[in-house]
């Protein structure tokens, strides 16, 4: 976890208490750049760590690849420092064999931030990628109380947050069975669904059909063209999601809940994916027999 995190000499200070100097972990952030075939593609911010699935779920987010076997391999390049060191923070992917490099127009004019997916994108038109996984048809229905546990289970798994409260996660749930696949952390929220995406490109599991994608933040433009990029039917978000979200969930087909906290939800597209609960089951039947 050492280029995870960084101990830094900090100031604590409680009003009208106390005030102590001590260290404190803070999360990481560096450039990674990305390169395809060594061809320079982008530059993003985050967190060191998972940085293959970075790529690789990039890669899929931008349209580059759709499944595994597109991906061959990646390596980290020396030569970053004058004195030739390598710093690892340059990866150069390999595509499989008869996979188109990137379109030149894909090259970022500047570099991505942690907090900004879409920054250098070339034009408005770039930015709604098409999907080869659509998710209109995908069968996927879930029992609210099962969605209700996963922000707990995404936080208790949240190992460096908890050294640092300065990441954002993603994590990967079967929408049958409840199993979290995988989970990732990264300053960028955006990072952290492409080291999702990118960890499911390495054990070739796209589409990602039936799964269900849970963030710590807001469910933003951004990650839900990740998710439908994925084949990932439900987005769900501990905060709110965008307008311009909810208006690409609807046209893609994905399902998006918001404020999925406790045993409370707000579900803004695709509703039928999520079940009645219980209790609302049984009034209206009982409603029903009354009527009658």
Sequence with gaps: MSRITARKRVTRITVATSRSVREDF????????????????????????NDVDLAAGF???EGVIARGEEFLAARYCAGATEEGLNT?????VTLAPGVAAPDPSLERSFYTTSSCGLCGK??????????????????LV?????????????????????????LHAAALFDGH???MLVLREDVGRHNAVDKVVGWAVKEDRLPLSGTVLMVSGRASFELTQKASMAG???????????????????EVGVTIVGFLRGQSMVVYSRPERITEPA????????????AR
């Design 59 to 61: 890669l899929v987010s």
């Design 122 to 139: 070339a034009s408005i038109d770039a930015v709604r990628t098409q999907s080869q996984h659509a998710v209109h048809h995908d069968d």
């Design 88 to 92: 690892y923070n340059v990866l150069d």
């Design 232 to 250: 990932i039917p439900v987005l769900a978000a501990v905060s709110a999601p965008s307008s311009l979200a909810v208006d690409l969930a609807k």
């Design 142 to 166: 879930l029992d609210p109380a099962l969605l209700a546990t996963f922000p707990d289970e995404l936080r208790d798994a949240q190992a460096v947050f908890e050294k640092t409260g300065g």
């Design 177 to 179: 069975t409840g199993e």
């Design 26 to 49: 803070l999360a990481v952030e560096e450039p990674l750049e990305i390169r395809v075939g060594g061809s320079a593609l982008a530059i993003t911010m985050r967190t060191p760590g």
């Design 279 to 290: 209790a609302t089951t049984a009034t209206t039947s009982r409603e029903t027999v009354d």
